[in-house]
């Protein structure tokens, strides 16, 4: 039986943040909590309606943004 793994392992190639040029911990981490936060973020702004609004539509953009941020700032 194959062990799969719990977590993803997300790999960024070409990166000029760090002397191997690879990042691993960053996108990984961004990328668990862009969806942890979307789990929470988007049903959210869609049961409160808030959706049709610009407050809502950021809401809904947060993951996104969230992942960004924590990828660029482990630079490993």
């Known amino acids: 039986m194959p062990i799969i793994p719990i977590i993803p392992i997300c790999f960024q190639c070409g ?16 990328f668990v909590a862009c969806i942890l936060a979307a789990v929470v973020c988007w049903p959210a702004s869609i ?3 808030c959706w ?6 950021d809401m809904l953009g947060y ?3 969230l ?3 924590i990828t660029d700032t482990i630079p490993i």
């Open 15 to 30: 990166t000029n943040q760090n002397p191997c040029r690879c990042k691993v911990v960053g996108p990984t981490a961004g």
């Open 67 to 69: 992942n960004g941020q």
């Open 52 to 57: 049709a609004t610009k407050k809502g539509s």
């Open 47 to 49: 049961f409160c309606g």
């Open 63 to 65: 993951p996104v943004k």
